[in-house]
């Protein structure tokens, strides 16, 4: 019956749905530790808990996650009187900023004014990571046409965004 009461309690009381069997491998997970934990006097790893069960170690992290409370990537997790620090704060992209999305998506507008021509020559050459001469093979052209191509086709992507 306390069994149950605690399946249920997991089930009910989780701001995410997880589930079945991932909440019935996490009262497992839960059951072991504590079990460990009494034999050991000290709180067990998860590759002890993984080897208990015998499941791989990421089930049991998994399983942990899963039945933990979300987080607000709002919340303060560090305060110096006026100034806090949140969880966004901490796991901030670099790479992925407002800037750069809108750099890509001039980019992509620049691309798609292209002729169909200009784009496969693009694509084979930095796409694929094809040279020049194979560029040319493939599409039935010297060497000389594909570096002209695709100079103007770069010409004019800068053009477009600089504009």
Do not use: C
Not at 12 to 31: E, F, G, N, W
């Amino acid at each position: 019956m306390i069994a149950g009461e605690l399946r249920r309690f997991l089930r009910d009381h989780s701001a995410i749905r997880v589930s079945r069997s991932t909440r019935d491998t996490a009262y497992k997970v839960l059951q072991a530790k504590e079990r460990l934990t009494a034999e050991s006097g000290r709180e067990p790893t998860v590759e002890q808990i993984a080897k208990a069960l015998d499941i791989p170690r990421q089930d049991v992290v998994f399983a942990l996650e899963a039945i933990s409370d979300p987080v607000s990537l709002y919340d303060p997790i560090y305060s110096d009187g006026g100034e806090s620090a949140t969880v966004m704060d901490q796991i901030g992209d670099s790479r992925n900023t407002d800037e750069h999305w809108l750099e890509q998506i001039a980019l992509e507008e620049a691309v798609k004014r292209l002729d169909s021509r200009e784009k496969h020559i693009l694509a084979l050459r930095f796409y694929d990571g094809r040279t020049q001469m194979e560029v040319a093979k493939a599409v039935g052209i010297s060497q000389a046409q594909v570096s002209r191509l695709e100079k103007n086709a770069i010409s004019r992507i800068k053009k477009e965004l600089n504009s």
